[in-house]
């Protein structure tokens, strides 16, 4: 089965892919994939062989071109984490207003011209329920009437072996002519857990302490000056837990290279790291006594880790040159490798795709 990787960013649907090819045997080749992002794309290329694949670039301009579009090879599915920004919580809101929000249309000229079997998409769960139901009401019938059966859940990355709470609607739709299914998360869900784990590809943590290395540069510590701020608990205006040591951390933003903000990223002191989990100074400390101790920031390895890309992953993009900052903007924008692992093994296993 062919597939085409939209909005392609480091390559999260693909990894799901090439691991259920080696895991089932059941053959997912990437034909082309579309990224504008020059070091999302150096860094899809040190980690995957793209040999021979179509590099499209930006969708907006290639679907323009009917040339190039003429030239894809066929392909059953179509995959897309679609900009989100436009549709979350932390953004504005501005929905199909807004430039990006404007990329699903483009997804549907894909679709229009080509027609795949299949289509797998991913965005925030605020997509469910932003502008009172209308946006997702307005993509479920552009792929209706494109021919397609609709069906879509919010799934979080920690029910699929993921430390995180990362909460994301996965749309999945599937020609008409094939026949009605059954998705949601749960059955997922329960199709994931009878996984024998120790036949499976995946990277399985339970928590975070799983992926925290014991030792890091120097560099991903906090400053004496910055570990206050980031362990209160907001202002006068907003307040909120600063809570550091999570054992399933919380969500990786796209902004999290910023790494200043109270309440919103991942901090970890080397207490809890060197005691294997077991020591939990947050519970037995004030935050001035907290703020006396070495307290640390994820490194991009350990975000791309959280997001169930291999060991390897990070190392590879920075030996192609990719800075921390831009890792860190990846792995926050990227798709959960393993809940897009989960829901393709239940669409195989019971024959939806097939």
């Known amino acids: 089965m062919n597939h085409v990787e939209l909005f392609a960013g480091v390559g999260g649907f693909r990894r799901a892919m090439d691991l259920i090819t080696h895991d089932l045997g059941f053959i997912i080749l990437t034909i082309a994939y579309s990224e504008i992002d020059k070091n999302a794309i150096t860094t899809y290329n040190a980690n995957y062989d793209t040999t021979g694949e179509v590099a499209m670039g930006n969708i907006v301009e290639f679907v323009k071109d009917t040339r190039a579009m003429g030239t894809l090879p066929r392909y059953e599915l179509l995959s897309g984490g679609f900009p989100c920004q436009t549709f979350s919580m932390m953004g504005g809101q501005e929905g199909f207003e807004e430039e990006r929000g404007q990329m699903f249309f483009r997804i549907m000229d894909m679709i229009n011209a080509r027609h795949p079997r299949y289509v797998l998409l991913e965005n925030v769960k605020n997509l469910m ?25 919010v799934f979080n990355s920690n029910d699929f072996g ?10 999945f739709a599937r020609r ?9 998360a749960d059955l997922v869900r329960n199709a994931f857990a009878q996984i024998d784990r120790d036949n499976c590809s995946l990277n399985f943590y339970d928590s975070t302490i799983d992926v925290l290395d014991r030792q890091v540069d120097e560099k991903y510590y906090l400053s004496e000056r910055i570990k206050p701020t980031l362990l209160s608990d907001g202002s006068a205006g907003f307040r909120s837990n600063s809570e550091i040591d999570q054992v399933v951390a919380r969500p990786l933003t796209a902004t999290m290279h910023k790494m200043h903000r109270a309440c919103q990223d991942n901090y970890y002191s080397d207490l809890f790291i060197q005691s294997n989990g077991e020591d939990r100074p947050s519970e037995r400390m004030t935050k001035e006594e907290l703020a006396r101790i070495p307290i640390r920031k994820l ?3 350990e975000a791309f880790l959280l997001q169930g890309f291999p060991n ?7 030996l192609a040159r990719v800075a921390d900052g831009a890792m860190y903007k990846q792995a926050g924008n990227a798709v959960s490798v393993n809940t897009i692992y989960a829901v393709l093994y239940y669409l195989i296993t019971n024959r939806i795709i097939r």
Do not use: C, S
Not at 132 to 152: C, D, F, P, S, W
Not at 162 to 171: D, E, V, Y
Not at 176 to 184: Q, T
């Open 176 to 184: 008409r002519h094939l026949g009605n299914f059954e998705f949601n």
């Open 312 to 318: 390897n992953f990070a190392d590879n993009a920075g």
């Open 299 to 301: 490194t991009p390895k």
């Open 129 to 153: 329920r932003h502008d009172g139901g209308n946006t997702i009401a307005v993509i479920r019938r552009e792929l209706e009437q494109a021919g397609y059966i609709v069906k879509m859940d």
């Open 162 to 171: 993921l430390p995180q709470k990362r909460n994301r609607a996965i749309i």
